[in-house]
């Protein structure tokens, strides 16, 4: 989106310019143009990308299941040099460092995201001897219920595991970035943190907070050599609708058509591991309505 900003900008700025000496018809013409090369660079690049982790050190939190289990196995066969996986469930993370294919490159944290001070604690001593290349806020969890209906410890949580443990994550990871001069930050945010949908309050709250949070972190830290990378992704299909919270904090239990209908997640995963690699600061995961969404948010 920052990049399309920065395109509309050069745009209107050509179109101008363009007018003022030769009359709209050329300026349109001239301006269209350049918007046309620009998306062929664009797609070109997309297209073409050769994905490779070789020698990085990767933090994905969330690594227990869907997205993150998915993008831990194909960092690790990209060339990744080693993978920290956290999430609550031990056995799960055991799991997918099992079947990763080189278990020697996985290792696995225990951190509960819902206890911001703990993850702060507990990263602050992970990342004094790990250089992690590259910080993937991932686990997350969503919500099925009426803000009426939900109780307020929830609404907590829910702002506890999506945005203020990733901001505790990225505290204790960001000095070894700024003294390595690189690093690359990267927040799975959600369709639901451009455009907000009924009985989804906290959810959307959580992820706007934590899209509104990156976009500042990221004009202060660019200039040291970091960027930070945020993906919106529309449905995947993942456990996320089950293991979501209702108004009461136990979980739904069910899956969502729309989830069952979504993107898998084998491909979800690679379209994001591309958007890293290839520094898109905003990259909106999904299809032509997905695009659309900044646009029709005026709900
Ligand atoms: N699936 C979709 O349609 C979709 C769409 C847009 C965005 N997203 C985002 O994608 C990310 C990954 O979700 P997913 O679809 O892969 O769902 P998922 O399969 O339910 O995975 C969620 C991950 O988050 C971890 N997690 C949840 N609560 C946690 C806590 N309190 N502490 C530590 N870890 C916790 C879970 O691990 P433990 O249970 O082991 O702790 C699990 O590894 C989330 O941020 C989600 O918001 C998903």
């Given at each position: 989106m920052s990049g399309k900003g920065n395109l509309l900008g050069l745009f209107i700025f050509v179109g101008v310019q363009t007018y003022k000496q030769y009359k709209w018809k050329n300026a349109f013409v001239l301006g269209l143009l350049i918007f046309v090369v620009v998306q062929a660079i664009r797609t070109f690049r997309w297209n073409h990308v050769k994905l490779n982790f070789a020698g990085k050190t990767v933090f994905i939190s969330g690594?227990?299941?869907g997205l993150g289990e998915e993008m831990c196995k194909q960092m690790i066969r990209l060339g990744a040099k080693k993978i920290i996986i956290a999430a609550r469930r031990v056995d799960e993370l055991e799991r997918v460092k099992r079947e990763s294919?080189?278990?020697?490159k996985v290792q696995v944290l225990q951190l509960d995201l819902s206890q911001p001070h703990d993850v702060l604690e507990k990263c602050t001593s992970l990342f004094a001897n790990e250089k992690v290349d590259i910080l993937v806020n991932n686990g997350g969890i969503s919500q099925r219920d009426c803000f009426e209906d939900l109780g307020f410890d929830v609404c907590q949580k829910m702002m506890n595991v999506n945005c203020l443990s990733h901001i505790a994550v990225i505290k204790a990871c960001l000095p070894g970035m700024m003294e390595r001069k690189q690093g690359k930050i990267v927040n799975i945010l959600s369709g639901s943190g451009i455009v907000a949908l009924p009985m989804r309050t906290m959810y959307s709250s959580s992820k706007f907070a934590l899209s509104g949070f990156g976009k500042a972190l990221r004009a202060e830290v660019k200039p040291h050599g970091i960027s930070v990378i945020q993906t919106y992704p529309d449905y995947?299909?993942?456990?996320i609708s089950a293991n979501a919270m209702t108004g009461d904090g136990t979980k739904f239990g069910k899956l969502d058509p729309n989830i069952a209908k979504g993107m898998a997640c084998d491909e979800a995963a690679s379209q994001t591991l591309k958007a890293i690699q290839l520094n898109i600061s905003e990259f909106i995961l999904g299809g032509f309505i997905m695009q659309m969404a900044p646009y029709l948010s005026v709900s």
């Open positions: 690594g227990s299941s294919g080189a278990p020697e995947i299909r993942t456990n």
